[in-house]
């Protein structure tokens, strides 16, 4: 699977970016996606996950109520609505596909990556 994230930019506090993530290949929609990101200077963390059905959605609290994540199958694409962006947003975010029953807030159990999209939101 080969994953190509886009949308990321420069944003002002309280504005909103839409993320996607095209997905290459037939099976997409047996794959679990999540979002993740990485400040300068900081571990990568989760941001966000959706199941394979697109049923179940899962955030971490620092995003909860401001970003939601979607997917179109049809489109062998993952979105990210950022809503409300506050600076400590800023980071290079990544889409990551794990196959499974379950998604994951663990990066380490994502089986393919992204390049990454900055994303940067002045004060």
């Known amino acids: 699977v080969q994953l190509q994230a886009s949308g990321g930019g420069l944003v002002q506090a309280g504005g909103s970016l839409r993320l996607s993530c095209r997905a290459s290949g037939r099976t997409f929609s047996s794959y679990n996606l999540g979002w993740f990101r990485q400040a300068p200077g900081k571990e990568r963390e989760f941001v966000a996950a959706?199941?394979?059905?697109?049923?179940?959605?899962y955030y971490a609290d620092s995003v909860k109520g401001r970003f939601t994540i979607s997917r179109d199958n049809a489109k062998n694409t993952v979105y990210l609505q950022m809503n409300s962006l506050k600076p400590e947003d800023t980071a290079v975010y990544y889409c990551a596909a794990k196959s499974g029953v379950y998604y994951d807030t663990r990066h380490y159990e994502y089986d393919w990556w992204g390049q990454g999209t900055l994303v940067t939101v002045s004060s």
């Open positions: 959706i199941s394979w059905s697109g049923g179940r959605t």
